[in-house]
């Protein structure tokens, strides 16, 4: 009976080794391909983790953190908000931050245009702990406005800002440090959450996620849409306007590693992904180690349903780690978690 059971227990154990690694993506054959053309890649910013656009102006707001150099304990002063001209052959630029002291070192960032303002919230991490900072934008500076924080926020790693006192963020993590946050990732236990906060208090708005990543609403405010990366799905919600409240609508496989989530005018959905999740751990360890790169086009149809496409698939010599995509005017814009780059591409 002893023996039975060992033998149960270590195919168990030979069962969910194999189906993680294939889950990580790791028998995956990469091809590179792009559904456009290589325009320029820019090199001046590290970590061009995610991205906004004020479509309006034609602006592309970069988030730029040395991830590399943070890891290693070092400095990293060229981290900031930076921000890209697409009406001119400008190279990107960083913006001063007015009124803020201490480290700055964005994540994830979202943009807000009300009545005639323009705000720029951004996830900071920093010696201090990690918080959301809320900026005014206004003649090429970041002004700024108020400090978020709060216990629940123990991971913040994107949000999404639906007004300028209210937002929803995603922690990527149930736990900040320590065994289990590395046994949420290397068991898939779906401890990480959707934050809301209603001007007033914080609230989980959904739980149950592996590795809560991108986060983003329909052009209508109506939905919501989330990625949950080693879940390696995207997650689709009705939005209740008035309270924040969500009702899950759908759960799309898309079988990588998903990260942020961009829509354009049109209401399709573009989300950076790691086809290769365990090569992307080793990208992070070491500049050297290539990780595959993947763009994802999902557009939504009736009767909630979509088509994926895969924009752009690339083994990582040209760009490793991509974590976002944005598009404007026929192009397409695909920032990295790591490198010094960002690349600009015009689409077919």
């Not at 028998?27 to 004020?54: A, C, P, R, V, W």
């Not at 991490?125 to 700024?144: A, R, T």
């Not at 496409?309 to 010599?317: A, K, W, Y």
């Amino acid at each position: 009976m002893k023996k039975k059971a060992l033998i149960i227990f270590l195919l168990g154990i030979i069962y969910f080794t194999g189906s993680t690694i294939i889950d990580a993506g790791s028998f995956k054959t990469i091809k590179n391909e792009f559904s456009g053309e290589l325009l320029q890649i820019y090199e001046s910013m590290s970590g061009t983790e995610d991205m906004d656009i004020d479509r309006e102006n034609g602006l592309l707001f970069i988030s730029s953190s040395d991830r590399w150099a943070l890891r290693n304990e070092k400095t990293a002063p060229n981290d900031g908000i930076y921000i890209l001209d697409l009406e001119s052959k400008d190279s990107p630029k960083k913006l001063e931050t007015n009124n803020y002291s201490g480290d700055f070192h964005p994540h994830g960032i979202s943009f807000l245009k009300k009545d005639s303002a323009s705000f720029l919230f951004v996830v900071n991490h920093n010696s201090k702990g990690d918080f959301v900072e809320l900026f005014k934008f206004e003649k090429d500076q970041l002004y700024h406005q108020r400090t978020f924080s709060d216990p629940m926020m123990c991971c913040p790693n994107d949000l999404v800002a639906v007004d300028v006192d209210k937002f929803y963020v995603t922690n990527d993590h149930g736990n900040k440090d320590g065994l289990m946050r590395v046994l949420e990732d290397y068991l898939k236990i779906a401890s990480s959450y959707l934050l809301y906060f209603d001007g007033t208090e914080y609230r989980k708005a959904y739980e149950g996620l592996n590795y809560a990543n991108g986060v983003a609403i329909s052009n209508d405010g109506q939905q919501l849409y989330l990625t949950h990366t080693t879940g390696r799905q995207m997650l689709t919600f009705d939005r209740k306007s008035e309270t924040g409240y969500l009702d899950i609508k759908s759960t799309l496989e898309l079988g990588s590693g998903v990260d942020n989530i961009t829509v354009d005018e049109e209401g399709n959905i573009w989300i950076g992904a790691h086809p290769k999740l365990f090569s992307f751990i080793e990208h992070s360890k070491d500049p050297a180690k290539n990780s595959p790169s993947e763009l994802l086009k999902v557009t939504p149809h009736e009767s909630n349903t979509f088509s994926i496409e895969r924009v752009f698939t690339n083994d990582g010599s040209q760009l490793s780690g991509s974590s976002v995509g944005i598009t404007y005017k026929g192009e397409v814009f695909i920032g990295v978690v790591f490198e010094n780059k960002l690349l600009r591409g015009k689409l077919n």
